[in-house]
Each structure stands twice: as structure tokens, then as C-alpha cells.
């Protein structure tokens, strides 16, 4: 754990709940879609023990950031600041893969929320047939960061439609 | 009602607002009655609860008794009347401060420089420090003494590890000293069973008084003289230049001068690592002004005069992780050879050119990749092989696999910096062949021609072509073109070496695969077959690849393959190093040690270094006998290799000495293994003859050997815990052959009646899941069986983390590196509580952990982490 758990008087941690972001969510509970603005925080090939296994997660703390950054096999340096206030990250390894060429492309910065289900649209890439390949062991990841809206299930759809990858908060 | 928490109280319309904020939050839902209806509810539903728990201390946890925190415990353990007591097996945390410096607390203002420790150690026994800060800024020393406080030895460098091996068994003083600074520390002993100490002792060989330096000509311009640089520093000039290492010595200097000189006095005259042996002193003041110098800006780096052993050992600083150049018997191989001369073509994304362990170890190359879509840097063929990054993270950092790879055939070596390489007096020829999308046949061929010296697509030549083509790549998929080439480029002599794939399939992977390539398969640092290694009858040869999965030598890193490495893109690429696995980084080995043989002897063709190969005598026969689909003839020998080359040409012919082989070098049978087996071998040539080895267990260790006649082969090594009291046991297991004699280290716990640990002043902190923010925290009270109790009330229906650690620099927040750590359920795996009622049974564990977060070579600073504890208290508090 390297990040910084900063004390807050209790009275500000109210104001935050109250905020339209982190109370209860009319969209999700209607079941229309929400699109919500989605930054990478983090990417990598060599993301270490972190991504041996392709996954989905919610990451709500900092502590839990730090549990990732620290397991990282090329050091991205210090765990990004954020605020988990108003913020969290989404956690997506695609597992340990044989080669280069593996990647996660997440370009259009943007996540869906339908009813109690973020859906996370990206590039799913794997190397062209034909081609050969540094063969070193890689396990691909990315790290985005999104508003700490509610929601209970995750889903990763690659760019043909494909569902990747699930997961719960 | 009251609702107080933090130190601050809130009136019940404030809890109101905030319960009606948590409940819209989504994450909480505690809702329910108010408690102050008008009563028509005689039960009104409970809005907020209470939790409680036990904490247990991680069994063998002791703490040290003068932390910074005023509310823990004291006793003062500040020289050798109060040395504290601590078992073993041990993993301590502890804090020491020089006067002024860290966080407000205890020691803050006077300082508490040492913390002294008796301790019961056992022959063979590590005790390891880890300093929480960077070691340089905040720098702690380990000192160890005798019973009567006689200085026996000291680790003092500028790392976060210090460490030290006791020779016999007894009764000891240990001393963590504070040189500068502040810090956290976890001390262990018997935890670990390292491979190689760390650390800048005195006990290692080198010249009292000598220090090797070289200053920084940005800071310090060269001609001012020698002598004038030297006097600078409080030293005298004995040899070298402005302009390169220097030689420099404490001799005929008065000491108090270089004290002055370097900032030393106060540091050097607080410390107790003092002794009245004028050698041992001379040592002593000889560490403690290299790091006073490493410390300066005007020097670049500072060493001692180290004596070295007749095997080259390099002095590059992550020399000592690279374990996969002792498993091939480099070391032995580089006092034959280390090959100059030669030049290794790297075909692969590119070199990093600016890569600082890669300067001078470069000679021309090309970019090779005919496709602007694929290139990555703009346009399709050119001379420039820098790896621009391969786009293998979509805006994020490149893969810069050629870098690793690179450095692994011939880092700059012996020079202080980085990483050594296996053929390091060779050049690498960096051929650009793999974009973002891979690489095409056509453009690896091209590559291929142009390190030939024949005919290619560039219309160049390079001014000497290779002796040794390293190709870590590849894909299924025969070619009969490429066959052809492969024939034609082998035909001037170059050496192809390639990697196997990584898919642990048999399905056959080109170019490895083709006639006239040599394949090579992956092993891990316990030699057995890495699991994505493929494998089949066109493997030929098995070099180290690395297995992340595993830290087999305990040294707190996955073992990997260290090499040169970078991270970014574009113009904002940082050079760097790091652990990497696959058949990538096995086959440079392979292609390293093909350099080494071909400048010993430049007369070898590929056809001679294929016969040696099948001919079994350049490698390890691993698995099964003979040649096999995993191994191909096994692993490489560097020095056997280099022998063979040797004795193949028409030089004076070099008599192969036997080289006494024993894997692992050390064995770990923890709390709960009770069996291991050794592997001896002769790694050189002639004949080894081995005896029945001797161990000095008392009777808790047997030995059964498995072997021939000469006593190589496979022994089992058992350990019958039975009968015995707990604590740690070492062995050593000694190996007696006409090749001279090899110890293996063996480390056995027995810990089922390990009494409670001790982690000190522990404090729970509740964190909001949804926000990371501390709700509320307590301190926990520990109890005459060692556990702790806790309780916090008041807690709103939500959802929580639940956290317990020490403090022990004082500085609010628990659970920073070096401080004791524990989450409800696991640290790994903290749950997240969905509160809804009261509960009483949160047990969890916590302890203080040895992989302290290693810090980034700029920051000074301790590394920031932890909760906030909220708990008010009395700062600066001085005893």
C-alpha cells in the first residue's frame, strides 16, 4: 500500500453523500442507460501476478489500488491520486497471455450504466494472424477510472459484441 | 443523544443529516426510525452498532520497545544494559530517529539513535533489516556484537536491506543504528532463507581504507587536480584520473579531517559500531565515507577497494538477482572469456539506444520494418534501430522486449550500474524487425542478411557482420523461402539462435524450429521446465527463462529474468530494468554464451557448435537421460562451452577443471516440509569424484543418496521434526570432492508452541468502503494471552474495511511501510462488511510484513501509505 489516507471530518463525508453522483441513482433504478465519463488511469503489457488471470473488478479504496500497483512487474511509479469520494476504477486484465501483441485499446472514454450493470466497450486485441511474435510471457491490463456511481455487476464487450469478461462490485 | 467520534461531536440534527446522506448513498441503506419519534414505536429499529473482534499477532511478531508513538508501550532499549530480549524465529517492528528528525512523538526531539536486541542465534542465520525509508536520506545500519558488546561485524550501505550471517551458534547483540535520518525497520531472523546477503558489510573483502570513486564532472569540472579532489573530500589521491575512477585512501589523513570534511562527526562519534581491532576500525570509517561520499552530489559513485575472487563477479548492483549467470556457471566461463571481439545481432522491436547500461555495447544497426503502418516511428525501412515502443499498450508503454533482451546478451558490466550481461565485452547489432503488429518474414530475413554481411534491402553493410543471431521470436507456420534463407545466412558463418515459443505446446514455432536454428527452452531457477516453455524434437538446447509464479530463493522478487527494460513512449520513454519470463529471455542466454565461444575461438562454425552440442559435453543433462523433447540436450554450460571452444581450436588447450555442482544452494523446509532433494553435479569437465556428504543437524537432517559411483546424482534431504523444542534450525550440509568443497545452507522451523506475538500499540481504523475515508477508530487493548480486543460503537449501517496496525513513527497514520498490518478477513483480501446489526466475532490477524515497497531511486522521502488512526493525542511528547 502506498497511497495516502487523508482524515476527513465526518460532516464532509455527508455533504459528498449528498451529492447527485453518490446517492441513489433515478437512471439506474428506471433501467435507462447512463453514459459516464471513463479516463485510463493505467495501462500496461507487464502488469505482473496483478492480471495472471483474465478479470473484472471494482476497485473502491485506495488500498485496493495500491494492492494492484504494487503487484505490477514494470513499476508505473507512484499509485495515481484518487479522489474515491467521487471516483473509482475498474480493474481489467485479460489474463496471462504467451506472447506480445496482446492489448487493451479503451478509446472512447466512455462506460454505460443500464439498470444495476456498468458495461465497459473496448478494443479486445489479440496479434494478426501471419505475423511473428516477441515471445515473452505478457499479461496485458488497464485501469480506469470512473464516477463511484452505484451500480452491482460489471461487463467487458469487446469491439465485435463479444462479452469478455464479468464481474460484481 | 450524543454522537461522538473523531474528537468530534455532533448534535442529533447533524447524525440525522448525515444518515439520511448514507442512506441515498446506495452503499449504506442503515435507514430506519429515528430514535426521537414521538414514541409511538416502543422499539425503535437501531440506526447505528457496534463491532468487536479479536486481533491475533502474526505469531513470532515482537516490537521494539521505544517507538515515537507516545500512546505505545515504553521501555528504552538505547545501549547495552537495555538491550531487549527477542525470540527466534523473529520478525520485529521498530523505529529509530536521529535528535529533530521524522514525524513529532517520543523521540522526535532527542533522538533515538540505536535500539539494541539479545538474541539467541543459531549458526548459518541471517538477520535481515528492512529500512521503511530509501536507506540513503534515512539510513539505518545493522551492527552485530558479542555477548559482552565486542563489535563481530556490520552491514552499512545505502540500500533498503541490510543483512548479516552469523558463523556460530550463541548468544549475540544486535544494534539498528540510525546514520541519517529516520525510519521504520522490520528486523527478521530465521524468516527467510536468502541465497546471497545484501548489504555492505565488514566483513566483505576489500582494501581497509581504499574507496574507488569517480566525481561528476556536471558538478565538479574537471582540473582541479587530483590531489585538490581528493583533499575536498578529506581523502588522499593514490591512483586514477579526474576523468575515471579514482583511487582514493584514508591513509596518512587525519581522520577528523574527513569527518569534517564529509559531514561526518556527529554520525561517526554517536555511533556504537566501534572497536578497538585498528583494522576493523579502518573498515569501518572506510563504509562509512563511502556512503558520505555517495551522498554528495560532485560524486558520481563510491565503493570500497573490493578483493575479488578468482570467478569474476561483477560489481553491477543487480548483479547479485541475477541468479539464471550462477545456474549456467558464467562466472567460471568469464575468467576464460568474455567476449570481445565478437558481435551479437539482436533481431527485435529495437534497442532503447540511450538505455544508460547499454552505452558502449552497441554497434550499427537498421530498422528493418518495411511497413509505416507497422514501424510505429513514421516511415518503413531506415537506419535507425531505436526502439520508438511497439504500441503494445495502446497509449501506454511500449513492450521495449529488444531492450531486455539486449542487455541480457551484453549489458555494460563491472561497472556499478544495472545489470550484468553474459558476453559483455561483445557488441550487440540492434535489427529492428518487430512493430506493433509483429514481425513479417521478409523484413526478419532481411535482418538476417544484413548481420551476415550479405546482400539486403538497405544497401548496406555493417563494418563487421555477427558472429550470433539472437532471435526471440516467432509463430507456427514453415516457410520453404525462409528455410532457404536461413541456409544461406548460416553458410557465412552466422549462428542462429532462437526461442522456442511460449504457448507449452509441442506445436513447432519459426524460426526456432527450422534446420540450422538453434531452439531453446525455458527453465526456471530450480531448473525444471518453465510451464509456457514449448517443447518437441525440435528443441535443442534449455537456457533460463524465468518463472514468475515462484521466489524459490526467497530473495522477495518473482524470479524472473533481470534485464534492461524501459517503460513510456515516444519522447517520454524512462529507461529502467526488470523481471521478465518466456523463451524470449531464455534464448539470449543461449546467443551470449555462443559469443563467448566463438571469441575463444573464431574458427568455430555453426556446424562445430551444433556437434558440441549433441556431443552432450557443453551441457547440463536435465531430464530425461540423453537428449530429450523439453530439454534438448539441457542446459547450457557457459563454462564447459567455453572450455570446449577453446580445445577445439589450435591455442594452447585449456585442461576442463571439475567444477563441484550442487542445486539448490540452499534448502528451506519453512514450518512444514519434511523433504527436499539436492542435485550434484560436475559442472566443469575431467572427473569429480564426490564424497558421502556430511551434515551437522545433530540428528534432525538425513541424507540418502541416489546416486552412481562417484556420488553424482540426486540426494534426498529429510528433516524428522519430532522431539524437538520450537524455534529455527540450521544445518549445513557439506559436499568434500577432488573439485574442492560446497556447503548447502539448511533452514528448519519447528513453531507449534510459538507463544503469542507482540506488534505493540495496535489501533483499528473502520474505512468507509464507498469513500476510502476513515469513519471512526480505536485503540485495541491487548490482553494476558496476547490477543487484542477491540470495539467501536456508533457505527452507521453501511458498508466497511476494517484495519489494524502500529504506528510507530507517529506520524497519524498506521499500517505505513515497516508497521504492523492486519485487515478483516485477510490484508490480501480485505472484505468488504455489510453492516446492518452488531457484531462480535471480526477476528483477523495482524503482523508486520519484510516486502517493505521498494522506493524509486529519486525519492528520498519514506513512502507514503497507511490510514488515518484519528486518535487524538499529546504531540511531541518527549520522554
Redesign the interface.
Known amino acids: 500500500m502506498t497511497g495516502r489516507r487523508r482524515l476527513w471530518p465526518l460532516v464532509l463525508a455527508c455533504l459528498v453523500g449528498c451529492t447527485p453522483s453518490q446517492g441513489a441513482d433515478p437512471d439506474g433504478a428506471s433501467g435507462q442507460q447512463t453514459t459516464l465519463r471513463a479516463d485510463v488511469l493505467f495501462s500496461d503489457t507487464y502488469c505482473g501476478s496483478a492480471a495472471v488471470y483474465p478479470k473484472v473488478a471494482w476497485l473502491g479504496s485506495t488500498a485496493a489500488l495500491n494492492q494492484v500497483f504494487d503487484r505490477f512487474d514494470r513499476s508505473p511509479g507512484a499509485t495515481p491520486a484518487v479522489d474515491f469520494s467521487r471516483q473509482a476504477v475498474l480493474f481489467i486484465a485479460m489474463g496471462q497471455r504467451p506472447t506480445a501483441g496482446y492489448a487493451l485499446d479503451f478509446a472512447n472514454g466512455r462506460v454505460q450504466r443500464q439498470g444495476e450493470t456498468l458495461e465497459v466497450r473496448l478494443g479486445w486485441r489479440e496479434p494478426p494472424a501471419g505475423y511473428r511474435l516477441a515471445q515473452v510471457v505478457t499479461t496485458p491490463c488497464l485501469l480506469i477510472e470512473i464516477p463511484a456511481v452505484s451500480f452491482s455487476a460489471l461487463r467487458v464487450v469487446d469491439q465485435s459484441g463479444q462479452v469478455r469478461l464479468t464481474g460484481r462490485r | 443523544m450524543l454522537f461522538r467520534?473523531?474528537g468530534?461531536t455532533?448534535n442529533r440534527s447533524?447524525l440525522l443529516?448525515?444518515l439520511l446522506?448514507?442512506a441515498?448513498?446506495?452503499?449504506?441503506g442503515g435507514g430506519g426510525n429515528d430514535d426521537d419519534d414521538d414514541g409511538s414505536n416502543p422499539e425503535p429499529t437501531p440506526t447505528t452498532f457496534t463491532l468487536s473482534g479479536a486481533i491475533e499477532a502474526a505469531d513470532g511478531s515482537a516490537v521494539d520497545g521505544d517507538v515515537n508513538d507516545p500512546i505505545a508501550e515504553y521501555t528504552a532499549n538505547d545501549d547495552i544494559s537495555q538491550a531487549q530480549l527477542i525470540p527466534n524465529p523473529v520478525t520485529l517492528g521498530g523505529y529509530v530517529n536521529r535528535p529533530g528528525a521524522g514525524p513529532s512523538g517520543a523521540s522526535q526531539a532527542a533522538g533515538d539513535i540505536q535500539d539494541w536486541y539479545r538474541i539467541s542465534l543459531v549458526a548459518g542465520q541471517t538477520i535481515t533489516l528492512f529500512i521503511a525509508g530509501d536507506g540513503s536520506v534515512n539510513d539505518l545500519d545493522l551492527g552485530l556484537f558479542d555477548a559482552q558488546g565486542n563489535l563481530l561485524n556490520a552491514s552499512a550501505s545505502q540500500g533498503q536491506t541490510e543483512s548479516l550471517t552469523v558463523d556460530q551458534s550463541g548468544e549475540y547483540l544486535l544494534v539498528v543504528e540510525v546514520f541519517s535520518g529516520a525510519s521504520n525497520y522490520v528486523l527478521t531472523v530465521g524468516q527467510t532463507s536468502l541465497s546471497s546477503a545484501v548489504g555492505m558489510r565488514l566483513s566483505d573483502s576489500f582494501v581497509p581504507g581504499e574507496v574507488v570513486a569517480r566525481f561528476n564532472p556536471e558538478i565538479a569540472p574537471t582540473g582541479l587536480g587530483l590531489a585538490a579532489r581528493a583533499t575536498a573530500v578529506g581523502l588522499a589521491a593514490k591512483n586514477g584520473a579526474e576523468d575515471r575512477n579514482m583511487l582514493l585512501s584514508l591513509e596518512g589523513v587525519q581522520r577528523a579531517a574527513t569527518y569534517q570534511a564529509l559531514a561526518l562527526m556527529s554520525s561517526a562519534t554517536d555511533s556504537v559500531l566501534q572497536t578497538t581491532d585498528p583494522k576493523l576500525q579502518l573498515k569501518l570509517d572506510t563504509l562509512r565515507v563511502v556512503k558520505a561520499m555517495n551522498r554528495r552530489d560532485d560524486v558520481l559513485a563510491a565503493a570500497p577497494n573490493y578483493l575479488r575472487q578468482p570467478y569474476l563477479v561483477p560489481n553491477d548492483e543487480l548483479y547479485p538477482a541475477q541468479w539464471h549467470y550462477p545456474l549456467l556457471n558464467l562466472p567460471q566461463a568469464w575468467d576464460l572469456n568474455t567476449g570481445s571481439g565478437t558481435v551479437v545481432a539482436v533481431i527485435?522491436?529495437g534497442v532503447l539506444l540511450s538505455h544508460p547500461d547499454l552505452q558502449g555495447q552497441l554497434v550499427a544497426g537498421f530498422d528493418f520494418i518495411s511497413d509505416p503502418t507497422n514501424a510505429n516511428d513514421g516511415d518503413g525501412i531506415d537506419s535507425d534501430p531505436d526502439d520508438p515502443g511497439?504500441n503494445?499498450?495502446?497509449?501506454?508503454?511500449g513492450?521495449f522486449?529488444g531492450t531486455?533482451v539486449a542487455g541480457t546478451v551484453a549489458a555494460a558490466t563491472d561497472n556499478t550500474l544495472g545489470v550484468a550481461g553474459v558476453a559483455f565485452n561483445g557488441r550487440i547489432m540492434p535489427l529492428r524487425?518487430?512493430g506493433q503488429?509483429?514481425?513479417?518474414?521478409y523484413d526478419?530475413e532481411q535482418a538476417l542478411r544484413f548481420a551476415a554481411g550479405l546482400s539486403n534491402d538497405s544497401g548496406t553493410l555493417p563494418a563487421q557482420r555477427a558472429d550470433v543471431a539472437n532471435m526471440?521470436?516467432?509463430?507456427p507456420?514453415f516457410s520453404e523461402t525462409f528455410q532457404t534463407a536461413v541456409n544461406e545466412v548460416r553458410a557465412t558463418g552466422l549462428v542462429l539462435v532462437a526461442?522456442?515459443?511460449?504457448?507449452?505446446s509441442a506445436v513447432p514455432?519459426?524460426?526456432a524450429s527450422y534446420s540450422g536454428v538453434i531452439s531453446v527452452s525455458a527453465v526456471g531457477l530450480d531448473k525444471a521446465f518453465a510451464p509456457?516453455s514449448n517443447f518437441g524434437a525440435f528443441v535443442d538446447v534449455a537456457a533460463p527463462g524465468g518463472n514468475?509464479?515462484q521466489d524459490i530463493n526467497g530473495d522477495g522478487q518473482?524470479d524472473?529474468v533481470l534485464s534492461t527494460?524501459a517503460?513510456g513512449s515516444g519522447s517520454n520513454i524512462t529507461p529502467?530494468y526488470?523481471?521478465?519470463?518466456?523463451?524470449?529471455?531464455a534464448?539470449p542466454h543461449m546467443a551470449g554464451v555462443v559469443a563467448l565461444m566463438r571469441s575463444a575461438n573464431p574458427d568455430l562454425t555453426p556446424q562445430d557448435i551444433d556437434n558440441l552440442l549433441s556431443s552432450g559435453t557443453i551441457t547440463e543433462d536435465l531430464g530425461a537421460s540423453g537428449r530429450d523433447d523439453y530439454f534438448g540436450q539441457g542446459l547450457i554450460n557457459a563454462y564447459q562451452a567455453v572450455v570446449a571452444a577453446i580445445n577445439a581450436g589450435n591455442g594452447t588447450p585449456v585442461e576442463p577443471q571439475p567444477i563441484l555442482t550442487v542445486s539448490p544452494v540452499s534448502l528451506n523446509f519453512g514450518v512444514s516440509m519434511t523433504r527436499l532433494s539436492l542435485t550434484v553435479t560436475n559442472g566443469g569437465g575431467g572427473t569429480l569424484t564426490v564424497a558421502v556428504p556430511s551434515e551437522d543437524s545433530g540428528g534432525w537432517l538425513t541424507i540418502t543418496p541416489e546416486v552412481d559411483g562417484s556420488g553424482l546424482g540426486s540426494y534426498a534431504a529429510t528433516v524428522d521434526r519430532s522431539g524437538l523444542a520450537d524455534g529455527v534450525y540450521t544445518a549445513t550440509i557439506t559436499f568434500d570432492s577432488n573439485a574442492g568443497s560446497t556447503r548447502v545452507s539448511v533452514i528448519m522451523q519447528v513453531s507449534n508452541t510459538l507463544s503469542a506475538g507482540d506488534v505493540g500499540q495496535l489501533y483499528v481504523v473502520i474505512?468507509?468502503?464507498?469513500?476510502?475515508?476513515?469513519?471512526t477508530s480505536t485503540t485495541a487493548t491487548r490482553q494476558e494471552d496476547g490477543r487484542y480486543t477491540y470495539q467501536v460503537s456508533d457505527i452507521p449501517a453501511g458498508t466497511y474495511?476494517i484495519?489494524a496496525g502500529t504506528d510507530s513513527n507517529n506520524d497519524?497514520?498506521i499500517?505505513d511501510a515497516g508497521e504492523a498490518?492486519g485487515?478483516y478477513l485477510t490484508l490480501?483480501e480485505?472484505a468488504d462488511l455489510v453492516v446492518g446489526g452488531d457484531r462480535t466475532d471480526l477476528d483477523f490477524t495482524s503482523g508486520f510484513a519484510d516486502n517493505l515497497?521498494?522506493l524509486?531511486a529519486s525519492s528520498a522521502d519514506q513512502?507514503?501509505?497507511?490510514?488515518?488512526r484519528?486518535i487524538d493525542q499529546t504531540k511531541g511528547l518527549a520522554r
Open positions: 467520534s473523531l468530534v455532533f447533524w443529516l448525515l446522506a448514507l441515498g448513498c446506495g452503499g449504506g527485435d522491436t511497439d503494445s499498450t495502446p497509449g501506454g508503454s513492450s522486449h531486455h524487425v518487430l503488429l509483429g514481425g513479417t518474414d526478419i526471440s521470436l516467432g509463430a507456420g526461442a522456442a515459443g511460449n504457448d507449452a514455432s519459426y524460426p509456457y514468475t509464479a518473482p524472473g527494460l517503460s529502467g526488470g523481471l521478465l519470463q518466456g523463451t524470449s529471455m534464448a474505512l468507509d468502503t464507498g469513500t476510502g475515508e476513515t469513519l474495511e484495519f497519524g497514520y499500517c498490518c485487515a490480501d480485505p515497497p521498494a524509486g513512502p507514503e501509505s497507511g490510514f488515518a484519528g
